[in-house]
């Protein structure tokens, strides 16, 4: 069974820094490509940013663009997303994503960006 599971998620101020971490398994982790995606409440969820199999491509939304980044250990079949310069706008619940014959996703960990 493949199963992600997201953490690393906390309350932090403004502009403050957080690594949020998903640990994989039940599928060959170096073979896919892994993704971050957020959710607020009331709005859509949002692709945050995507990584290739072997690291090499990154890619981000716009609105974390600079201020996210995202990496992996493939011997550790660990995804990672490093979150700096938080902003209240960045408050949300952060899900780890593999497509593995199906979408699969972690649980969540939430992020709250507040004073």
């Known amino acids: 069974q493949v199963q992600l599971v997201e953490s690393g998620g906390g309350l932090v101020q403004p502009g403050g820094s957080l690594r949020l971490s998903c640990a994989a398994s039940?599928?060959?982790?170096?073979?896919?490509?892994m993704t971050w995606y957020r959710q607020a409440p009331g709005k859509e969820r949002e692709l945050v940013a995507v990584i290739s199999s072997t690291g090499y491509s990154t890619n981000y939304a716009d609105s974390v663009q600079g201020r996210f980044a995202i990496s992996r250990d493939n011997a550790k079949n660990m995804v990672y997303l490093q979150m700096a310069s938080l902003k209240p706008e960045d408050t949300a619940v952060y899900y780890c994503?593999?497509?593995?014959?199906?979408?699969?996703w972690g649980q969540g960990t939430q992020v709250t960006v507040s004073s």
């Open positions: 994503n593999v497509e593995v014959h199906r979408n699969v």
């Open positions: 039940g599928f060959t982790f170096s073979g896919y490509s």
